[in-house]
Nanobody
C-alpha cells in the first residue's frame, strides 16, 4: 500500500503563509504526477496545483500568484507554499500521486487541515 504523509497544516491569520509537505515512496515519486487538492466544508474536492516529474506545474485560478508547488526528487517530497492566505483557503488539503497513464495508480494522503482565521 502506497502511503503519502502530509505535514504543515495549521491555523494562520489572513495574509499569512504556510508550507505543506508530502512525502511519497521513492518507487513512485520520480515519475508520478504529484498534486495538492483541497476540500472545504460543504464543497467538492478541487485540484489546487499539480506538478509533473519534469517540474511543469499548473494551478487553479484562485491560487495563481499566491501558491507555489514544487518537488524535491532527492527527498521524494512535494511542497505547497501558500502565501497571502484568505479565509476562502480554509480546507483540508490532500496530497495526491497519480500515474501519468490513467488506471495505473492514484493515491491519496489522509489530509491536513488549513484554517485561515483572525
Amino acid at each position: 500500500q502506497v502511503q503519502l504523509v502530509e505535514s504543515g497544516g495549521g491555523l494562520v491569520q489572513p495574509g499569512g503563509s504556510l508550507r505543506l509537505s508530502c512525502a511519497a515512496p521513492g518507487s513512485i515519486f520520480s515519475f508520478y504526477i504529484m498534486g495538492w487538492y483541497r476540500q472545504a466544508p460543504g464543497k467538492q474536492r478541487e485540484l489546487v496545483a499539480a506538478i509533473i516529474s519534469g517540474g511543469s506545474a499548473n494551478y487553479v485560478d484562485s491560487v495563481k500568484g499566491r501558491f507555489t508547488i514544487s518537488r524535491d526528487n532527492a527527498k521524494n517530497t512535494v511542497y505547497l507554499q501558500m502565501n497571502g492566505l484568505t479565509p476562502e483557503d480554509t480546507a483540508v488539503y490532500y496530497c495526491n500521486a497519480r500515474h501519468p497513464v490513467g488506471g495505473f495508480g492514484n493515491y491519496w494522503g489522509k489530509g491536513t487541515l488549513v484554517t485561515v482565521s483572525a
